[in-house]
Each structure stands twice: as structure tokens, then as C-alpha cells.
């Protein structure tokens, strides 16, 4: 899949700009900025500047880049082969990009497996063959060049992506999410086979001056029995011999010597060269640092040969040692010379073939294992990511596509973006999830608020369902509460008086809320209409009784017929007292019992007298009666209250409740019903704490005085 045109992000202006000084930056990088890996082989970072353009413009500025940087190794080469060799590669690898591969490898790290794949299986041959075949350079050195830049390659791509990573990881910002961004392959790839080469690099370097110091101490050694073999041979056995052949046979192969007294030399095996050595070679300190540790040891380089690996191949090594003699007058030093390929050259160069062997074939593992990481933590994201998107397309890419994150900053994003493109990605969906449970939130508050408003009315209903003031009795107190779970609830009661009797309905529909507080309007239309629409109730308690029984088994027929689907049913406590007698008659449907307490404070709890109403035709309701004496306080309450529960779980329970009612009525007997009232309602609501509410609260009280 193709993102974008492989034409230069930037204006043409710029690109020309940048170009330019990307391009300066290559050849100041190869002309000054070298460092040597092994001997006098260096990495040149130029290539990094051409890497650069490639991954930020894209376009085939990445060429024109190389070419300056190229031109810069021909005078440290001595030969233009490898500059030919870089600007291939550049070209190769950009026509690849441009034409086989998707814009973002760049960001996924694919253009940087590829270079390091070119630079493996090409670049290496490709140097072997131009260095010995064409400049004829020995087999050795040519396939210890063809390493060293298969490494040089490797790390010039490493530093330009580096850069280019911390670049995107910087700018990419974290408000809103790009498709430009890194990927978590590129940047896996990157940490993985960077670590990688690090590590090797560091300890390939390691070792090679581990073991050129172990052999350059013993090549002083060796060197050092040298000089002093030919200091016996001159002080005490010839005695200053005309003829020097006798010693030049005694030492290695390659090796000469000079001896001097007192400045001026009286015996040497190379006149000439010695002479070429004090006049045409140098001995730079950068080049010397490796001995530092031998003092009359030095490396001596040619002064007129430029190239540094030509330099080092014709280098000596020479050793000056100071020796007294009694026997002889004045100051005599020896000096041995050798050059560096017979001396410890040859050596070195086999170990650094060895340690270049090491690092290409370390790199190429190296490689593979990291874009296999990298592209499997790439799949496993975009996985877990798709999982979470709340749509049913597969193409993940197609589905967070740019068109469909135009509106992205419209987001209030609930987490932050990240500057790596599949995180972001990821984080993008999740937002946008957000976003839309916002949007069904705040849809939710509105209806939410349609139906607050909705329940406060059924509420305000219901209230004025209720009596606003109790019936006035001469002797009897009635005080009345009731608070729903909800705005509005299924507890009611009800009351009127005919005479001197006082009618008192209370009552409970299963369930809470808007339906039982529909049936529960219901039910109390149903009792009062049918209790008041009686001819009369100046009636015997016979009579009384008879009668009650009528207007609940009427309300039961109607409602179990006619709603017994709902399964919408109420328990009822009807109850009638004749203040003249103290006649109390009641059913109890199915209700809680109340309580009843005498002046002597037993307390008496009424049976029930028949099944709640509204669930079963037929049912058969009975009305009992009592006698209860003047000073006698009821309490009547539904479910609400008894089942009443606090943080712990506790409810308030029956037991609690007639112990309070004692406590209360020893302290007072004579407590009028308000304030009885009030003083369990506030032991309930105490009780209910910071608890929930789950059932509507339903209390009356009077004094029978």
C-alpha cells in the first residue's frame, strides 16, 4: 500500500537548501571527522548525510547528497573506487525505496534493513572485487576492506536513523495522531540491532587492543634481546668488528640496525635507510599513542605517502636503546628498525580480518533477528489495538485512515498521543471510543433528566393523592409520614372519618419507583372510592366489619383479574376505631402487624387476616376486632422501616422498634403521636446513615386518648 507521492515533503526552495547542507555536512563528516577502528582503517561517516535526506525528503536528493561526500575519500583512499561504491549504493537503495516499497518503510525501519542487507551482500563483494581486480591490491587486504565497509555502511545508516528517530519522536507532539509518525518496528528495529552493534563494536575493539598490546609487548621484548645480543656482539666479542654482516645475520628477517656513539654512527646494516627514516619519516604523536607504554620504542610513517593504509603498510617500528661501557668511551645507542608488516603488521592485519569477519557475521544475525522483533511487535499491536476498535472492518489502517481522523482534534482526548505511530494509533481508537460513550452519556443525562423530571411529577402526584390534614377527632391523635425510595414510590395511606369512627388505610405496592407508584394510585382510588361511596358506616361493629371486608374483596377481584399479569400486587392494613367504644376492627391483607401499646405498655402486634391484594381471585379477607383502652398508642409502618438497612448491613428490625416505643411511652406516656412520630423517624433515618435508601418509608401513629 502506497501513503503518499515519493516527491520531497518540503518546497523546492527548501529542498535545494537542505540538500546543500546536508550535503557540506557529508564531505566535512569524511574529510575531518574519521575515526579509526582497527589499525589504519577508518569509518568515514559522510554516507550518514545521504541517509538523512533519503528518510526526511524522500526524493532522489539522498543522490545528489552522496556525491560531495564520495568525492571527499578519493585523497584518503588514494583511489576513486569506493566514492564510485558509495554513490551506487545511495542510488540503489533509493530506487528501491522510490519504486518497490511502501512511504512509510522510512518510519517502519524497512529502508534501513534494506541498506543493511545491501551493505552485506553487496557492498562487501562489490569492494572486493573493485580492490583486487581493478587496483590490484592484495587478496588480504582486499577482503579486509570488504569488511571494513560492510561495517562503515552499517553504522552510517545506524546514525542517520538514530537522528531521524529522535527527530519524529520529538516534533511528532502528543495532542493528535499522525500517520507520519515513527512506527514501534522502526524504533524496536533501531534499539535492537543498535544495542547490537554497539555491543559488538565495542567489544570486537576491545579485544583487537587487548591483543595488539599483548603482541606489541612481546615484540619489544623480542626486539629489546635483540639490541642487546648486538650490543655483547660489538662491546666484547668483535671489539668495534669493520664488518656488520656478522650481526645483520643474527637478527630477523627484515630487521636492521645502527649503532652510535656519541651521536655519530659507526656501524649500521642500511645506511640508507636509517638516513631515509631521519629525513622523509615522522613519527606522529596520534600514531604513537600505542606504545606510549615503551619509551625507545616509536612507529615511524612515511611523510610523503598520504593515503593512510598505504602510510601504515610502509611504517617501522624503531627501537633506541642507550648502553655504558667502561671498555668504551662516551654514550653508545643502538637503534633496530623493522617495518610494520614483518614487525607485528601482518598479525594484526589477520586479527582484524578476523575481528571484521566477526562483526559482519554478527550484524547479518543481528539484522534478522531484529526485524523479525521488530515486525512481530508491530503485528501484536496493531492486534491488540484493532481489538479494541468499535467497528467490524479488518483493515485497521484503512478504518483509522486520514480522511476519518479529520475531525481528531475535535476530541477531548481522554489519553495523551504518542509520538510512535501505532501507539498512537491505538490511542486514537481508544479516544475515539470515548468519545462516542461521551456523546451516549450525555444522551443518557439528557433522557436521564427527561425521566428526573418525569419521576418528580409522579411524585408531586402522589403527594396530592395523600391527606393533607388528618381527620379531628376528640379523641384520637393521628400523626402521618411516608418518604419514597424514589420521587415517587408505592407506599400510601389514607384516612377519613365518619362520626365518631376513624378510618386509617396504610399500605404497600411491591417494588418502588413509577410503576408501583401507578398501581399504588390505583389501589387507593379503588379502597376510597369504594369505602366512601358507602350509603353509610353509622353501623353496628358487625356491620363495620362486614363492610371492610366487602371493599378490600372488591379491590382484590378487580385488580387480580383485570392486572394479575402485572403481577402487581399491595398488602394492606385497614383499620376502623369507634372513639366512644375504643372498637378497634382491622384486616391486615398480607401487611406487617403493628403495634399496639396499652397503658400498662404491653405491647400487642395484630395478626394477619389475609393474602395482599391484587394477586389471587377469590380470596377470602377477615375482619377481627379488639377492645383497646383510652391511653393506648398505635403504630403502624410498612416494610420500609423494619427492613431499613445502615452501612453494615444492619436492618432496623421489629425488635428495635418496640424497644424504642417502650423507652419512649415509660419516659412519656401521655407523648402526643407527632412527636412520637418524629422521634422514630429521626432513630430511623440515624440509623440509615449515609446508607442507601431501598424501600419507601411508610409510618402512622395516633394516641387514643
Not at 302 to 324: A, C, E, H
Request: aromatic fraction near 12%; charged fraction near 15%; include cysteine.
Amino acid at each position: 500500500m502506497l501513503y503518499a507521492s515519493r516527491r520531497s515533503r518540503f518546497s523546492r526552495k527548501k529542498s535545494i537548501l537542505y540538500a546543500v547542507l546536508l550535503a557540506v555536512l557529508g564531505l566535512f563528516l569524511n574529510a575531518k571527522c574519521t575515526f579509526t577502528l582497527f589499525l589504519e582503517f577508518d569509518i568515514v561517516l559522510g554516507l550518514s548525510a545521504a541517509w538523512l535526506a533519503l528518510f526526511f525528503m524522500r526524493g532522489w536528493w539522498s543522490v545528489f547528497v552522496s556525491i560531495p561526500a564520495a568525492i571527499a575519500t578519493v585523497p584518503l583512499y588514494g583511489q576513486p573506487v569506493a566514492a564510485l561504491l558509495f554513490v551506487m549504493e545511495v542510488f540503489v537503495v533509493t530506487w528501491i525505496y522510490r519504486n518497490l516499497m511502501a512511504d512509510d518503510a522510512v518510519e517502519r525501519g524497512h529502508v534501513v534493513f534494506l541498506v543493511i542487507l545491501y551493505a552485506l551482500f553487496a557492498i562487501g563483494p562489490l569492494y572486493f572485487f573493485g580492490h583486487h581486480y581493478l587496483l590490484g591490491i592484495s587478496f588480504d587486504i582486499s577482503h579486509l576492506l570488504a569488511y571494513k565497509a560492510m561495517v562503515n555502511s552499517t553504522l552510517c545508516v545506524l546514525l542517520a536513523y538514530f537522528v531521524y528517530v529522535v527527530y519524529k519522536l520529538r516534533s511528532a507532539g502528543r495532542n493528535e495522531y499522525k500517520e507520519s509518525g515513527i512506527s514501534v518496528s522502526g524504533l524496536i528495529f533501531l534499539s535492537s540491532y543498535g544495542l547490537i552493534t554497539f555491543v559488538t563494536l565495542i567489544s570486537a575493539i576491545v579485544f583487537f587492543r587487548f591483543y595488539r598490546a599483548q603482541a606489541l609487548e612481546m615484540y619489544y621484548d623480542g626486539m629489546s634481546i635483540q639490541a642487546n645480543s648486538i650490543w655483547h656482539q660489538y662491546s666484547y666479542i668483535n671489539k668495534k668488528p669493520s664488518n656488520a654482516a656478522d650481526i645483520q645475520d643474527s637478527l630477523q628477517e627484515g630487521m636492521f640496525f645502527q649503532i652510535l656513539e656519541n651521536g655519530k654512527q659507526v656501524m649500521t646494516s642500511s645506511a640508507e635507510l636509517f638516513n631515509i627514516l631521519d629525513t622523509q619519516y615522522s613519527t606522529p604523536q596520534l600514531a604513537n599513542e600505542h606504545v606510549q607504554k615503551f619509551t625507545n620504542l616509536q612507529l615511524f610513517l612515511p611523510d610523503l605517502i598520504t593515503v593512510k593504509l598505504n602510510r601504515l603498510s610502509n611504517s617501522y617500528y624503531v627501537l633506541s636503546t642507550d648502553f655504558n661501557s667502561d671498555q668504551l668511551e662516551g654514550n653508545t645507542v643502538i637503534k633496530l628498525a623493522q617495518i610494520n608488516s614483518l614487525a607485528i603488521g601482518n598479525e594484526l592485519e589477520d586479527v582484524s580480518t578476523s575481528m571484521f569477519r566477526f562483526i559482519a557475521f554478527s550484524l547479518t544475525i543481528a539484522s534478522l533477528y531484529s526485524f523479525a522483533i521488530s515486525s512481530r511487535a508491530e503485528k501484536e499491536i496493531n492486534i491488540l489495538f484493532s481489538a479494541t476498535q468499535p467497528s467490524s472492518s479488518n483493515d485497521l489502517v484503512d478504518e483509522v485512515s486520514t480522511d476519518s481522523l479529520s475531525d481528531v482534534t475535535s476530541i477531548d482526548a481522554i489519553l495523551k498521543y504518542s509520538p510512535i505511530r501505532e501507539i498512537a494509533r491505538g490511542v486514537d481508537i481508544i479516544n475515539r471510543s470515548f468519545a462516542e460513550l461521551r456523546k451516549s452519556r450525555d444522551s443518557i443525562r439528557v433522557l436521564n433528566a427527561i425521566a428526573q423530571k418525569q419521576l418528580s411529577s409522579a411524585g408531586t402526584i402522589q403527594q396530592s393523592f395523600l391527606v393533607k390534614s388528618p381527620p379531628v377527632l376528640d379523641s384520637i391523635d393521628l400523626s402521618l409520614f411516608m418518604k419514597p425510595a424514589y420521587n415517587a414510590g408505592g407506599d400510601w395511606y389514607d384516612t377519613f372519618s365518619v362520626g365518631n369512627k376513624l378510618f386509617l388505610v396504610i399500605a404497600d405496592v411491591c417494588d418502588k419507583g413509577v410503576p408501583a407508584a401507578l398501581f399504588m394510585s390505583v389501589f387507593r382510588s379503588l379502597i376510597r372510592y369504594d369505602a366512601v361511596s358507602r350509603d353509610t358506616w353509622d353501623l353496628s361493629d358487625v356491620e363495620i366489619r362486614e363492610q371492610m371486608v366487602d371493599v378490600i374483596t372488591h379491590v382484590n377481584e378487580y385488580m387480580s383479574k383485570n392486572h394479575g399479569e402485572s403481577v402487581m400486587f399491595a398488602t394492606v392494613l385497614f383499620i376502623a376505631l369507634d372513639q366512644n367504644s375504643g372498637n378497634l376492627s382491622y384486616i391486615s391483607a398480607g401487611h406487617e402487624s403493628p403495634l399496639i401499646f396499652t397503658p400498662s405498655l404491653e405491647c400487642i402486634q395484630l395478626d394477619t387476616t389475609g393474602p395482599a391484594v391484587g394477586i389471587f381471585p377469590n380470596s377470602v379477607y377477615v375482619a377481627n376486632s379488639l377492645n383497646i383502652p383510652r391511653g393506648s398508642h398505635f403504630i403502624g409502618f410498612t416494610d420500609g422501616v423494619i427492613d431499613a438497612r445502615n452501612q453494615s448491613d444492619e436492618s432496623f428490625g421489629v425488635d428495635y422498634l418496640i424497644r424504642l416505643c417502650f423507652r419512649l411511652l415509660s419516659e412519656s406516656p401521655d407523648m402526643k403521636s407527632e412527636e412520637l412520630m418524629e422521634t422514630i423517624t429521626s432513630e430511623l433515618l440515624a440509623h440509615i446513615g449515609d446508607a442507601s435508601q431501598f424501600d419507601d418509608i411508610t409510618l402512622a401513629t395516633f394516641f387514643y386518648h
